[in-house]
């Protein structure tokens, strides 16, 4: 009798968690999880894409630098750091990679051409680090 009571009392316990959980699915986040960030957030990553802009630059086969213009979707996730996915625009200036300094990057603001990216970045902010896991544009 013990046994059908506990059996009953776990069976009623998780469908409550599941009644209950799923009502409220989309404000709970889920720990280690993925989690779309507001627009008004979006400013929370713009020191990071900042310091990989030029590791960026690098990867894209073109002479001109090219800038960080506007970014259009954040998700975060927590682990061990914070690993940010984010969709920008990349403008392309018309300031020649060989011919600028990094001093005069600054000046670069001229934005001729835009190109959709995304970047995949994990960053351990205790340690100052930030690694470019992925970076991709259409």
Request: charged share 20%; glycine share 6%.
């Amino acid at each position: 009798m013990k046994s059908i009571f506990f059996c009953f009392a776990i069976f009623t316990s998780c469908a409550q968690v599941y009644v209950f959980g799923a009502q409220n699915k989309q404000s709970v986040p889920i720990a280690g999880g993925i989690s779309a960030t507001s627009p008004d957030r979006f400013h929370i990553v713009v020191p990071t894409l900042i310091a990989l802009e030029r590791e960026m630059d690098g990867k894209m086969d073109s002479p001109y630098i090219h800038r960080v213009n506007k970014i259009k979707d954040l998700k975060t996730q927590v682990v061990a750091g914070i690993r940010y996915y984010v969709k920008f625009d990349f403008g392309q200036t018309s300031c020649l990679k060989n011919a600028t300094t990094v001093d005069g990057i600054g000046q670069c603001n001229d934005v001729t051409k835009t190109h959709k990216c995304e970047a995949d970045i994990w960053e351990q902010a205790w340690l100052d680090q930030r690694d470019l896991l992925n970076f991709k544009c259409v």
